[in-house]
């Protein structure tokens, strides 16, 4: 369910069931937001409005019938790895295919060394435009290349390839690599030898290949140690900027966000009192809550989300995971519970604000709940915008702009509930934001209802170590088919006019509208 049109290939033949969906307009005032956010908003067709002219990820024609569509096998090959995994991996191969045709040309096949001359950017080439014809290039190469090598895989040692990977630097700085980085290519390197023989490259290869990046990353631990050369003062006494390996040479990637840094971040969001507010904040709290990563809550479908039987929470289905590519695990849903003492981080509040405002079009529900292209990219951007101005409430929080990132929400908050007294077994944490614990592990310590619930109240966070712990979201308290009742449901229709025709959601909405009420003062 990622990806515009795309298709997750477990077998050769993927049946799919098309329903007819009629959704009409339903008409109305938003109730309670009018007063924060105007109607003119709501009517712009901005990046975060449901609108039929603007690409939809992931949607299908609607048709009465099934249909079958049989799955192309080169489509098949190339769905080995991910899309945007197998982009990264041509870079890499392109990477080290250049740096052979001046260290290693032997190894070269006349084919590639032929193609490598015709990647060479043309004059009043755009840079977008050469990149992709590059990839496009590269994708098609690696694709034959098994009955067109475009290396002999014989004279590729291990040594060989770690030399370039020991000349590899940052392309700005200069600096060594991450940890991760370098990985990353060895995992190309594998792509690259299982293209030509299917199979990647031997035992005794990837043996030796992970001493020489053992003793490299323990030459690098050791560099990283020793006390480095302090800048010469200038003549105006101003010191130049710390880089990010001068100021914590040991350390990689983001840094987990705090409790703190959330609640001021999910602030700065609803300050914006815009459209790209709201869509950031339902966002963030979402991606939090579940404690995944920004493309899997970009991937989220309408049909994913209904509210759970326990009545506390509200489920949302994962088909697609990065520990779990062929959806083993989607049947297994993640809890996500209202926190009516914080309506600042309180993700029941902040979906139903969502599906109030950022819509001005019936919802389709296999629809995305975030629909567009790369919304995870969208959202990377507000955040950055968001952080750059605030880096003096950054620095008080203490952390520098460069170590905040979109994968800082999900370290965080794996870290935070690793940190809580009696919290959350290792287990449950792990199979929450869907992280593998070892083969064997993984076999044995199996996903369980009341384990997730667990984990999605304290990520609601809710005082572990109070009675609120325990405590329900807003509800209704009407008896069906009296006078109370109807007007509930007809403040269901006019809060979420567009939402209100997907089939069950009528137990979310409900439960989004009492939260909507409940919190009417702060929300004005």
């Not at 977008?128 to 590269?138: E, S």
């Not at 290519?185 to 030509?196: D, E, G, I, S």
């Not at 929450?432 to 966070?461: A, E, K, N, P």
Request: overall charge neutral; glycine content about 8%.
């Amino acid at each position: 369910k990622q990806g515009q049109k795309s298709l997750q290939i477990c077998r050769t033949i993927v049946l799919r069931r098309r329903a007819s969906t009629k959704c009409s307009a339903v008409s109305g005032k938003v109730l309670l937001l009018a007063a924060a956010y105007t109607n003119a908003e709501m009517n712009n067709n901005n990046a975060g409005a449901y609108d039929d002219n603007r690409p939809e990820g992931g949607d299908a024609e609607v048709g009465d019938d099934a249909s079958v569509e049989i799955v192309d096998l080169d489509l098949v090959r190339d769905s080995v790895v991910a899309e945007r995994t197998m982009n990264s991996y041509i870079g890499d191969i392109l990477g080290f295919l250049v740096w052979c045709q001046f260290n290693m040309a032997d190894c070269l096949t006349e084919l590639c060394k032929a193609e490598l001359d015709s990647f060479i950017r043309q004059e009043d080439e755009p840079t977008r435009v050469h990149r992709a014809r590059v990839r496009l290039r590269m994708k098609n190469l690696l694709r034959h290349a098994h009955s067109d090598p475009l290396c002999h895989l014989d004279l590729i040692s291990p040594v060989g390839y770690m030399q370039h990977i020991i000349s590899l630097r940052h392309p700005r700085t200069g600096a060594y690599l991450t940890k991760s980085a370098y990985g990353s290519k060895r995992a190309a390197l594998f792509h690259l030898f299982r293209m030509h023989n299917k199979i990647g490259y031997s035992t005794e290869f990837r043996v030796e290949l992970g001493n020489l990046y053992r003793g490299f990353f323990r030459t690098l631990a050791l560099k990283r140690q020793q006390p480095q050369q302090q800048p010469q003062q200038p003549e105006d006494n101003v010191l130049p900027e710390v880089g990010p390996e001068t100021r914590h040479g040991s350390r990689e990637g983001k840094e987990p966000m705090s409790t703190d840094l959330y609640k001021a971040i999910a602030g700065w969001l609803l300050d914006f009192g815009t459209i790209d507010g709201i869509f950031a904040h339902c966002f963030l709290t979402l991606t939090w809550s579940l404690s995944c990563c920004t493309n899997n809550t970009a991937g989220i479908l309408m049909s994913d989300i209904s509210w759970a039987a326990c009545f506390d929470a509200f489920e949302v289905f994962f088909a697609h995971s990065k520990t779990d590519q062929v959806g083993d695990d989607a049947k297994y849903p993640r809890h996500i519970f209202a926190n009516p003492h914080l309506p600042l981080i309180c993700p029941v509040l902040s979906l139903s604000m969502y599906l109030s405002c950022c819509f001005n079009a019936p919802i389709v529900p296999n629809s995305h709940l975030f629909p567009g292209n790369r919304q995870e990219t969208r959202f990377a951007s507000i955040l950055n915008r968001l952080l750059a101005a605030h880096q003096d409430d950054l620095r008080q929080l203490g952390y520098n702009i460069k170590d905040v990132g979109t994968h800082s929400i999900r370290k965080g908050a794996a870290s935070y509930l690793s940190s809580l007294p009696s919290g959350p077994s290792p287990t449950s944490i792990c199979i929450r934001g869907g992280r593998t614990m070892g083969r064997v592990r993984d076999i044995y310590m199996r996903y369980i209802s009341s384990g997730d619930q667990f984990v999605g109240r304290c990520l609601s966070l809710l005082p572990i170590l109070s009675m609120e712990f325990a405590c329900s979201p807003p509800f209704f308290t009407t008896v069906a088919g009296s006078e109370d009742d109807r007007w509930v449901e007809e403040s269901i229709t006019a809060q979420f006019p567009m939402a209100r025709g997907i089939v069950g959601f009528g137990r979310l909405l409900r439960m989004g509208l009492a939260s909507i009420l409940f919190h009417r003062a702060w929300i004005v």
